[in-house]
């Protein structure tokens, strides 16, 4: 067994390659270029921990996992576009560094690329895996654009929102949790719950991502306090306060929204407070983060094999916040 | 056997359904609304008509050409937004209709379904088929990449056009014959033959099309004529024109390129004309049909099953221009 820090490297030393021929330089180059960003390769690490929870890793999970974070990859370059975003990971993204169209087709040589190390997957499982890999790919898509219809609108529900979060960050941690589980030979419940953990373990940790935007340590956080403020996102916060919140609270919200006051963090956050929206966001985060567990618990496996997840878990989601 | 039109009508009948689920409406809808605009369907018409050279037509042919056809509406959606092309076949491109955002991501999620059909085609052919539609996808990529940066370019060599061109559009008819070759139960040697005369047929067709857009009859050609010359498109016409023009005319025609004129459409072709690139190309378009014709006449098969893909190629390329 091994804990997420060594898969991380295992899985780093590995992935660490050239994944495209040398020409045609122009697509191939932008292509690699997103690669050697880094990232934590936490999805492609949970197909090595899906497996290993059942038993000792195969060689096909690491194609598994090469084409989930090819996956993360394409879809973080057709995001970028979407969202005209300068800068990921410190450096300039893929479009902003050769334009839309190399970006936009760099991202669809990725997803092929994605599909050819799935390719190389056993055939006993290759159906079942590419099954689940287009089920959610559709899903992220799908997520990805709820996301665009959303911002358009003024109210959008807790549930709907939750819906689109699943969709756009959830599905592929469960998913490739799911792959190790299959490459594992889990059965069909065990795969499920690992599934279910994921997905829970992921919304469990965008419920604190929205949280920390407003209510977290600047130092510790990484990104600036209050963007999401900023920018008026539709977050977890916002959405539980415009259900929330009193008549005379809800037009200062609308207007502060409308017209961008220079204190505008201030009083958003002021008016979170007033409605409970942090003690709130707290208990959500925990009851996903437990729902993650119970899955977890629940999966017919010995529990000593699934410390690693379990620190998995502690290490995505601080529970002291 | 089936004629192209017979094969035609069947694949169209059986595509013509729903392939998309009803939610998310924002995304699918965008998607399913590039389908119903019609179009020649050649590419599926191919695959099914790759396989009944060999054999009866088996399910898992149409699975493999309704994935044929998506990529192709994959590419066209893609295609069109980096083009930034208003309309196409008489109707609002997805992404001048939809948003570029919305178009990125309905591609994106016509080229997962496009695999999810693959999918079900029997493990037995699985991998193959899988290999050849990566490779082919990717080749389709690097030729839209190469196009882009040829239009940067002041220059471009007669080889490395083809190339490019090979891999923009010739591969796609290539692979599809392939596909069908495959399921068909064709040697591996007769699936290269099938691919070589796929391939060879799509450049013919490409010099071809280059051709009528300069001396094509307008009322036949259905484009306007002279198109290309107005955008300073590299064709083969042009190409060759650049290669074979003595020092004067090779002036005048960079001045054209450069400085548009109102009599532009008629000096270039005039040059044309000075520098015999009709006859030439009438040639070459000729070279390449004859060698299309040569593979699938060394396709181990009883002739009168290679009528259909003879009467195909007659379709495709006039003799007579």
Same mark, same amino acid.
């Given at each position: 067994?091994?804990?997420?820090i060594?898969?991380?490297?295992?899985?780093?030393?590995?992935?660490?390659?050239?994944?495209?021929?040398e020409?045609?330089?122009?697509?191939?180059?932008?292509?690699?270029?997103?690669?050697?960003?880094?990232?934590?390769?936490?999805?492609?690490?949970?197909?090595?921990?899906?497996?290993?929870?059942?038993?000792?890793?195969?060689?096909d999970?690491?194609?598994?996992?090469?084409?989930?974070?090819?996956f993360?990859?394409?879809?973080?370059?057709?995001?970028?576009?979407?969202?005209?975003?300068?800068?990921?990971?410190?450096?300039?993204?893929?479009?902003?560094?050769?334009?839309?169209?190399?970006?936009?087709?760099?991202?669809?040589?990725?997803?092929?690329?994605?599909?050819?190390?799935?390719n190389?997957?056993h055939?006993?499982?290759?159906?079942?895996?590419?099954?689940?890999?287009?089920?959610?790919?559709?899903?992220?898509?799908?997520?990805?654009?709820?996301?665009?219809?959303?911002?358009?609108?003024?109210?959008?529900?807790?549930?709907?929102?939750?819906?689109?979060?699943?969709?756009?960050?959830?599905?592929?941690?469960?998913?490739?949790?799911?792959l +190790?589980?299959? $490459? @594992?030979? =889990?059965?069909?419940?065990?795969?499920?719950? %690992?599934?279910? &953990? +994921?997905?829970? $373990? @992921?919304? =469990?940790?965008?419920?604190?991502?929205?949280? %920390?935007?407003? &209510? +977290?340590?600047?130092d510790?956080?990484?990104?600036?306090?209050?963007?999401d403020? %900023?920018?008026?996102?539709?977050?977890?916060?916002?959405?539980?306060?415009?259900?929330?919140?009193?008549?005379?609270?809800?037009?200062?919200?609308?207007?502060?929204?409308?017209?961008?006051?220079?204190?505008?963090?201030?009083?958003?956050?002021?008016?979170?407070?007033?409605?409970?929206?942090?003690?709130?966001?707290?208990?959500?985060?925990?009851?996903?983060l437990?729902?993650?567990?119970?899955?977890?618990?629940?999966?017919?496996?010995?529990?000593?094999?699934?410390?690693?997840?379990?620190?998995?878990?502690?290490?995505?989601?601080?529970?002291?916040?």
């Amino acid at each position: 067994m091994h804990s997420f820090i060594e898969l991380s490297k295992i899985f780093e030393d590995n992935f660490n390659t050239r994944h495209f021929p040398e020409h045609t330089a122009t697509l191939y180059g932008p292509a690699q270029y997103i690669l050697q960003l880094g990232g934590k390769r936490i999805r492609p690490v949970c197909v090595l921990m899906g497996n290993e929870l059942f038993g000792e890793i195969i060689p096909d999970a690491y194609h598994a996992a090469t084409a989930i974070e090819l996956f993360h990859n394409f879809s973080l370059i057709h995001d970028d576009i979407m969202d005209k975003a300068p800068m990921r990971r410190g450096m300039e993204t893929v479009h902003q560094k050769y334009g839309d169209s190399t970006a936009l087709l760099a991202g669809d040589v990725m997803f092929v690329k994605a599909y050819e190390y799935l390719n190389k997957i056993h055939i006993n499982n290759l159906q079942k895996v590419l099954h689940l890999f287009n089920e959610t790919a559709s899903g992220v898509c799908e997520g990805q654009q709820l996301d665009m219809d959303f911002e358009k609108r003024e109210t959008v529900g807790l549930e709907e929102y939750v819906g689109m979060i699943t969709l756009k960050t959830s599905v592929l941690l469960a998913a490739s949790l799911k792959l +190790g589980a299959i $490459l @594992g030979g =889990a059965t069909p419940n065990s795969q499920n719950h %690992l599934y279910e &953990f +994921g997905k829970n $373990l @992921g919304i =469990a940790f965008q419920v604190q991502d929205d949280y %920390l935007d407003v &209510f +977290g340590d600047p130092d510790k956080f990484g990104k600036r306090v209050g963007g999401d403020i %900023l920018s008026n996102k539709k977050t977890f916060l916002l959405i539980h306060a415009m259900e929330t919140a009193n008549a005379e609270q809800l037009n200062l919200l609308k207007g502060l929204i409308e017209n961008d006051a220079v204190d505008k963090i201030e009083k958003v956050t002021q008016i979170f407070k007033d409605c409970k929206v942090d003690d709130w966001a707290k208990e959500l985060k925990d009851k996903y983060l437990q729902a993650a567990l119970q899955h977890l618990e629940d999966t017919a496996v010995v529990s000593v094999r699934k410390q690693a997840l379990m620190k998995l878990a502690e290490f995505l989601i601080q529970r002291d916040n």
